[in-house]
């Protein structure tokens, strides 16, 4: 059975900077495409970024390009999201999400991806 762990969020001051970490088990990690999304209140959940299997391709939405990074260590099964500069706007419930398939090419649709982790609230004052 797939898991998924977030870890890292909490409150910051805008400009500030924090670091996600997801854990994952129950999956060959290292064959799997991996993804960071969020929701606000009252929103529907969005996608942040992604990377491939390997960890050579990284994606972004527009709204965090330049300021957030995605990562991976593969040899301890964990994704991480750099987060820095952070704004208000970025206040959400953040999600970790694995790929359904393995290998393939880097995906930014919810549909795409068949674990999620249970979220950790970032919130960022203003």
């Known amino acids: 059975q797939v898991q998924l762990v977030e870890s890292g969020g909490g409150l910051v001051q805008a400009g500030g900077s924090l670091r996600l970490s997801c854990a994952a088990s129950?999956?060959?990690?290292?064959?799997?495409?991996m993804g960071w999304f969020r929701q606000a209140p009252g929103k529907e959940r969005e996608f942040v970024s992604a990377i491939s299997y390997s960890g050579r391709s990284t994606y972004y939405a527009d709204s965090v390009k330049g300021r957030f990074t995605i990562s991976r260590d593969n040899a301890k099964n964990t994704v991480y999201l750099q987060m820095n500069s952070l704004k208000p706007e970025d206040t959400a419930v953040y999600y970790c999400?694995?790929?359904?398939?393995?290998?393939?090419?880097?995906?930014?649709?919810?549909?795409?991806?068949?674990?999620w982790g249970q979220g950790t609230q970032v919130t960022v004052s203003s």
């Open positions: 129950g999956l060959t990690f290292s064959s799997y495409g």
């Open positions: 999400a694995a790929r359904r398939l393995t290998y393939g090419n880097i995906a930014d649709t919810e549909s795409d991806f068949g674990s």
